[in-house]
């Protein structure tokens, strides 16, 4: 294990503070990603109405997304942190008060407020690690930033199981209900804290001049190549769709199905959390082993294998056995998509091109928004249609595997124009020949 510590060691210090912002951000996230959908469902919403809700979210960065990965072109990017450290905690704010205060319209625009605030970070995060981070540890700083979603997930998920269980506390002199809305407002609390990380934050002058917005809009056409951005997107496409299908419906899944609470569900979330986290950090010496074939398509693939034994728990219900099928698969499918993810980023950043990467992390973190937003309004309409979580589960394992078959393509491709060499420094490579050269 020491090498791998040693690698992760060698990351810069700025780097490691962008990290700790993500982490102090996405506890919000991940609280609200657990335990939301059950607070909208106990304040009288509908699954459709949770579903016309979350697509809002996905909608404003849908909006934004593109703009700002064109206007960040050559610009220093430690405002938009510190922009997103302050919007976050506060549209979460916005957006909880306006669900206990039972207002329609400011719970949406709180979603699509929310939603903008994370994309800031989101759009930021890889052209930052890109130009800050040395070519023999990005694969690791991509890796641990993609970790800082399973790390808050850990802390967040453990944070709402032990609150749940305490029930109530007295704060000056007043005895509190530790429910949901209160269990978030102490997470949004502590995420607040990030602000003071990115004050310490340095960065590395962009690779490329700074420009006007509509200088870098009208080169558009010009500047960037199209053909491999387009090859990027499309496997990113299908496979957000299909996630957007499940991923933020899952607690309803286990809330409906299996009777499951947001105690429990924090609990396995969390526990699910900590085995993505470590897959998530072994996944750059994976790669460095055997290539970004193996990297990257054979957890994809024994993900969508475990996503259909999910689905089929439900048609299983009925048997006692049956939770624990559902609960295993759900807490191996996470790890094996999530362990893919920073390799596929990785893997696109390095096939656009140097000139592309600002424009490609916009553009995935727009496709990804509007695939979510698109599959929002596909679920309410099919739960509307009453069709059961396990056939929506089904089509999500489709479009996996069509966006997975992209990505062996996509790879191919890659390893033509750039075979993969060894890593010299890296003691499993130094033994092992990678499975990808040539």
């Avoid at 609960?327 to 893997?347: D, F, H, K, V």
């Amino acid at each position: 294990m020491n090498f791998i510590f040693k690698r992760y060691g060698k990351i810069p210090r700025s780097v490691l503070l962008l990290i700790g912002t993500a982490f102090m951000i996405h506890l919000i996230n991940a609280a609200f990603i657990l335990i939301l959908n059950i607070y909208l469902r106990k304040s009288g919403y509908t699954d459709s109405s949770i579903a016309q809700f979350n697509s809002f979210r996905f909608l404003g960065i849908l909006l934004f997304a593109f703009p700002l990965g064109i206007f960040i072109k050559g610009k220093a990017l430690k405002p938009f942190f510190m922009t997103t450290s302050i919007l976050v905690p506060l549209s979460s704010l916005f957006l909880l008060f306006s669900i206990e205060g039972g207002n329609e319209f400011q719970i949406t625009a709180a979603f699509i407020f929310w939603g903008i605030s994370f994309m800031i970070l989101n759009v930021c995060s890889l052209p930052f690690i890109m130009r800050s981070a040395p070519e023999q540890v990005v694969s690791e700083a991509i890796s641990l930033n993609f970790s800082t979603w399973s790390l808050a997930t850990i802390f967040s998920g453990s944070v709402i199981n032990i609150m749940s269980r305490m029930e109530q506390v007295r704060l000056f002199g007043r005895a509190i209900q530790l429910d949901e809305f209160h269990i978030m407002l102490f997470i949004i609390a502590f995420s607040s804290l990030s602000f003071f990380l990115v004050i310490f934050m340095k960065e590395a002058r962009p690779r490329s001049t700074s420009s006007h917005f509509l200088s870098n809009f009208q080169a558009l056409r010009s500047d960037y190549d199209w053909t491999l951005i387009g090859r990027v997107l499309t496997p990113n496409m299908l496979i957000a769709i299909g996630a957007g299908l499940t991923i933020p419906f899952v607690n309803l899944f286990f809330n409906s199905v299996f009777e499951m609470d947001s105690e429990q569900f924090s609990l396995i979330g969390a526990s699910t959390a900590g085995i993505v986290f470590l897959s998530t950090l072994v996944i750059p010496f994976i790669r460095r082993r055997f290539g970004f074939r193996v990297a990257i398509l054979i957890p994809q693939w024994l993900a969508i294998f475990f996503l259909v034994l999910l689905a089929l728990s439900q048609v299983a219900s009925a048997f006692s056995w049956a939770i624990y099928i559902a609960i295993a698969s759900y807490m191996l499918r996470q790890p094996l998509m999530n362990m893919a993810g920073p390799m596929t980023s990785e893997l696109g950043m390095k096939y656009v091109g140097k000139r592309n990467q600002e424009l490609i992390s916009a553009l995935s973190s727009s496709i990804w928004s509007a695939s979510w937003f698109i599959s929002a309004k596909i679920f309410q309409f099919l739960r509307q249609m009453e069709l059961d979580y396990f056939q929506i589960f089904l089509i999500t394992a489709v479009l996996y595997a069509v966006g997975v078959s992209f990505y062996h393509l996509l790879i191919n491709d890659f390893l033509r124009r750039e075979p993969e060499p060894s890593d010299p420094g890296d003691p499993l490579t130094d033994s092992f020949p990678s499975l990808d050269r040539g």
